[in-house]
């Protein structure tokens, strides 16, 4: 943590001089808040949606309607938390990087998740990882395939 304006804020977890516009594939994991198992629950290896969940997967398909230079690539819901690869492709005039695509997409399951449960939230921030070439994309797409067969030994596994 450091010192802005006398208060502590929490350093950026982002790569240092990495343009997130860039076109490239990116590995995203975004949380809950609280951890809550909103989503859905992990039955026999396979993720079963509840009524948020099928409102965070519709909002996650309807990226590439409001970004058409995004496109998803492997995904899954977890009971608090998704794992997602998402392609930024080359760009001329439409510019968006990943923190707005993001946060767009947060807003809005956001509103309609909080007419189901008004204590509905995300944790603030996302985590992301540059993928860097084509065995790592295949190692993330192997592991987001297997994350429900995998569940109870997921680092982010709550119980």
């Not at 951890?35 to 290896?45: D, E, P, S, T, V």
């Not at 496109?71 to 899954?76: G, N, P, R, S, V």
């Amino acid at each position: 943590m450091s010192l802005y304006k006398n208060k502590y804020r929490i350093e950026s977890a982002r790569l240092k001089n990495w343009d997130y516009s860039s076109n490239g594939y990116y590995f995203i994991t975004i949380c809950t808040k609280y951890r809550k198992h909103l989503f859905g629950y992990i039955k026999n290896g396979e993720m079963k949606l509840s009524k948020i969940g099928k409102i965070v997967l519709q909002y996650w398909q309807e990226i590439p309607n409001h970004f058409p230079i995004v496109k998803l690539d492997e995904f899954i819901f977890m009971p608090d938390h998704m794992h997602a690869i998402i392609m930024i492709g080359d760009h001329t005039m439409e510019i968006p990087n990943l923190g707005i695509i993001i946060n767009q997409y947060k807003r809005k399951c956001t509103i309609e998740s909080r007419k189901i449960d008004p204590t509905f939230g995300w944790l603030p921030r996302f985590h992301d990882h540059v993928i860097r070439n084509n065995g790592e994309l295949n190692r993330i797409r192997d592991y987001i395939k297997n994350n429900p067969l995998n569940w109870k030994e997921d680092n982010l596994y709550t119980g």
